[in-house]
């Protein structure tokens, strides 16, 4: 189901939470809540924006990180095109599988009678 991208609709489905943001900054960083978390609702993505001192700048960013994450999530998958092994791969593998086969052989305990 294809997430809306527009951002005036996009707004309607987003909860904000505001927050002090943490760091150097000062009184005024430690006084406003600037930090904000945005929480698109129906596919439960969060984005956080502490970059700004201004709540609306935030605010603007933190959506736009929500936009971009389901303009990702709309992308519709590539389907995957099975391949053969090469005869490279092949060869390899089949030598892998003989030394092994060898290292095993070689654990295995020497019975007394067949060496007479």
């Given at each position: 189901m294809p997430y809306t991208t527009d951002l005036e609709?996009?707004?309607e489905e987003v909860e904000?939470?505001?927050?002090?943001?943490?760091g150097p900054g000062g009184q005024k960083k430690n006084k406003t809540e600037s930090a904000v978390r945005a929480v698109h609702l129906p596919s439960?993505?969060?984005a956080i924006a502490t970059?700004?001192?201004?709540?609306?700048?935030?605010?603007?960013?933190?959506l736009r990180?929500?936009?971009?994450r389901l303009q990702a999530l709309n992308q519709p998958r590539k389907?995957?095109?099975?391949?053969q092994?090469?005869?490279?791969?092949?060869?390899?593998?089949?030598?892998?599988?003989?030394?092994?086969?060898?290292?095993?052989?070689r654990r295995q305990k020497i019975e007394v009678d067949k060496l007479e």
């Open positions: 609709k996009l707004k904000f939470t505001f927050y002090k943001s943490s439960r993505i969060t970059e700004h001192r201004s709540q609306a700048k935030n605010k603007e960013l933190a990180r929500i936009q971009k389907k995957r095109i099975p391949t092994p090469t005869p490279g791969a092949l060869a390899r593998r089949e030598e892998e599988k003989k030394q092994h086969a060898l290292k095993k052989r």
